[in-house]
């Protein structure tokens, strides 16, 4: 099929609660990497009191203990679609918060646990120190085999069972400061400690994820045609290594 005869469809998950430091430039560079290409993109903000339907990437950002408390009843009241849709091989991008909210809880300090909805087997817990700076993470499946973001947390995520993490830290704290692990990965889930935001600074994993979606959708493998991402790449570079 020509790329300008496919079609995605995104849903950015509680947008107004969830976009810390500007999350939302994941979604605008699904968008754009789609659109540049002439692939047909339908879009949805998904918003508190909206039910969640289907769509081949599911986004959700970041946000403060408070934001998170917001959004984590509407997540789970929906765990069963979402499950659904994550054994139908959709693809999840969660960041921070968001992605804290993909495992099966996030216990903030002195309050109530809040529910995850458990879409990869992991687990988080606050911490006592907040990890802020850049984060430089080794992958073994991405080429480059390299993810850079900045890191701004103080909850902890431990991975276990299938979930694997998305690479090992080389600069920064990722997942927990100690175990060397940064993100994680199921199936088609994946979640991140990494803002930035983390797509437009890691070209090569938004156009993973977007063949993902349209293998999910076509039902066939779809290597995308390359774009001229010497900005995006050269910037990606520059943040190799960087710790502060
Ligand atoms: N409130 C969570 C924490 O501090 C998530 C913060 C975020 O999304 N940057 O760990």
Request: charged share 25%; hydrophobic share 30%; proline share 2%.
């Amino acid at each position: 099929m020509e790329e300008k005869d496919l079609k995605i469809s995104i849903a950015h998950l509680y947008p107004k609660l969830l976009n810390l430091y500007g999350d939302i430039g994941n979604i605008i560079t699904l968008k754009k990497r789609c659109e540049w290409r002439g692939i047909t993109v339908e879009f949805e903000d998904i918003n508190i009191g909206d039910k969640i339907s289907e769509h081949d990437i599911y986004f959700i950002g970041g946000g403060q203990d408070k934001q998170q408390e917001e959004v984590a009843d509407e997540l789970y009241r929906q765990k069963d679609f979402l499950t659904e849709e994550r054994d139908k091989n959709s693809v999840f991008l969660g960041i921070c918060g968001g992605y804290q909210l993909m495992g099966h809880y996030y216990q903030p300090h002195d309050k109530e646990r809040l529910n995850g909805i458990s879409l990869m087997d992991a687990y988080t817990v606050a911490g006592n120190t907040r990890f802020i700076g850049n984060v430089t993470v080794k992958t073994d499946f991405t080429n480059p085999n390299t993810l850079v973001g900045f890191e701004n947390h103080s909850g902890l995520t431990f991975l276990q069972g299938e979930t694997k993490p998305l690479g090992r830290v080389e600069i920064g704290n990722g997942n927990n400061g100690k175990d060397k692990t940064e993100g994680g990965q199921y199936k088609n889930v994946f979640g991140t400690y990494l803002h930035g935001s983390f797509l437009p600074k890691n070209p090569h994993f938004a156009d993973y994820l977007i063949e993902l979606a349209l293998e999910k959708r076509y039902g066939e493998k779809i290597v995308l045609s390359k774009l001229n991402d010497k900005l995006e790449q050269d910037t990606h570079l520059s943040l190799i290594g960087k710790s502060y």
